[in-house]
C-alpha cells in the first residue's frame, strides 16, 4: 500500500526556517517523481518543486529557487523540503506527492498524495 506521510512545518517568523518531510512506502523511490506542492487559503495549489528520484534532480518554482531545497534520506524513504528565508506568501499547507516517472516527462501524473502539513509565516 502506498503511503505518503508529512511531518515538520509550524510557525516560523519571517526569514525563518523550516523543514517539512515526506515519509514514503510502499513503493521504490528510485522509480518516481516526488513533488512539493503548496495551497493558501484562497489560493490554487501551487506546484513548489519537483525531484526526479531516479537522476536526483530538482527543479523548484520561481518564487522559492534559492530559498528552498529538497534532499533526499533513501535509506529512510523520506524526501525532505528545507524552506529557509520564509516570507508571508510562504504560509500554506505543503503536499508531497508522488508520480511514476520524471519530472520531464508529459505523462507524469501525481498518483498519490500526503495529507498535508501547515506552515505558517508570522511575526
Known amino acids: 500500500q502506498v503511503q505518503l506521510v508529512e511531518s515538520g512545518g509550524g510557525l516560523a517568523q519571517p526569514g525563518g526556517s523550516l523543514r517539512v518531510s515526506c515519509a514514503t512506502s510502499?513503493?521504490?523511490?528510485?522509480?518516481?517523481?516526488i513533488g512539493w506542492f503548496r495551497q493558501a487559503p484562497g489560493k490554487e495549489r501551487e506546484g513548489v518543486s519537483c525531484?526526479?528520484?531516479?537522476?536526483?534532480?530538482?527543479r523548484y518554482t520561481d518564487s522559492v529557487k534559492g530559498r528552498f531545497t529538497v534532499f533526499t534520506d533513501k535509506a529512510k524513504n523520506t524526501v525532505h523540503l528545507e524552506l529557509t528565508r520564509l516570507n508571508l506568501e510562504d504560509a500554506a499547507i505543503y503536499y508531497c506527492?508522488?508520480?511514476?516517472?520524471?519530472?520531464?516527462?508529459?505523462?507524469?501524473?501525481?498518483?498519490?498524495w500526503g495529507q498535508g502539513t501547515q506552515v505558517t509565516v508570522s511575526s
Open positions: 506527492a508522488a508520480g511514476q516517472g520524471r519530472c520531464d516527462s508529459s505523462y507524469l501524473l501525481w498518483a498519490y
Open positions: 510502499g513503493f521504490t523511490l528510485d522509480y518516481y517523481a
Open positions: 525531484t526526479s528520484m531516479s537522476v536526483g534532480s530538482t
